[in-house]
């Protein structure tokens, strides 16, 4: 049995304002097997946002053990924790962050230029056009963040965290400002990569968001409340049909109104 991406002992994390300690998260344990399609959910102040830092790398535990593809992130330092990061795990945020004045193909080509040994410019191209193809937007190289909807400027975030080809894809709140019909193509997106293999750990709030993933951990108080499966998601593509159809039998309906 192979080693799980992701392996979270007893993992705690205090921030102290002044005199006030706050423990965001209490000795939480939490393994991920890969190819899974996980949910972390939980109110505000839940410690789910504190995990997904820790999960990212992007904070250290104060106390308890994180383990990434088995190896022990608090062995790392600065540096190391960084070429990790670029090589290891994409990252997806609720606000796009894209550089406004750059095309999508200088957007996603960003990661590229930390990684070590260096990638070559007809590298990045072709490995940016590729994340881009897979992300539905080949045929917007070109296009400026300003020139594209909210689902667009979300698909290139994706394709930037996919250039790399991690192995985890960390998704906080990835849904967060984009509408309903476009919530469910970028879930079906998720649905898709994961399928192909990529390991998907997501924060939301939105239980109807939560509903698209394959396991749904609850978190309250800092804790892991709740570990469960989800054993039939929803499907991205048969609620998009559905959505298809309710929306055309109202347009033929209000075209036999009598005026």
């Known amino acids: ?82 070429q990790l990061r670029n090589r290891k795990i994409g990252f997806v945020f609720q606000s796009f962050n894209l550089l406004a004045r750059t095309t999508a193909m200088e957007n996603v080509e960003l990661p590229l230029y930390y990684s070590e040994p260096a990638v070559g410019l007809r590298e990045r191209h072709r490995r940016a056009r590729e994340a881009l193809e897979k992300v539905g ?56 990569l994961n399928d192909s293999g990529i390991t998907v750990v997501m924060v939301t709030h939105e239980l109807d968001i939560a509903a698209y993933c394959k396991r749904i951990v609850i978190m309250r108080d800092g804790r892991v409340l709740e570990d469960r499966a989800n054993p039939k998601p929803n499907r991205a593509d048969e609620l998009r049909a559905k959505l298809d159809r309710e929306e055309g039998a109202a347009k033929i309906g209000q075209k036999q109104e009598p005026h």
């Open 1 to 82: 049995m192979s080693e799980p991406v992701i392996a979270l002992r007893d993992i705690t994390k205090v921030y102290v304002t002044g005199e006030v300690e706050v423990r965001a998260v209490a000795g939480a344990s939490l393994t991920v097997d890969r190819g899974e399609f996980l949910t972390i959910m939980g109110a505000s102040g839940s410690g789910k946002s504190t995990m997904m830092n820790i999960l990212g790398c992007l904070d250290r535990p104060t106390a308890g053990q994180y383990l990434l593809d088995d190896v022990d992130v608090a062995e790392l330092n600065r540096k190391q924790l960084a």
């Open 137 to 192: 937007l080949g045929s917007r190289l070109t296009h400026r963040p300003s020139q594209l909807s909210g689902g667009q400027q979300q698909r290139i975030a994706i394709a930037r965290a996919l250039v790399n080809n991690p192995d985890l894809l960390l998704a906080d709140e990835p849904t967060g400002n984009l509408d309903t019909r476009t919530s469910i193509e970028i879930m079906g997106l998720f649905q898709a």
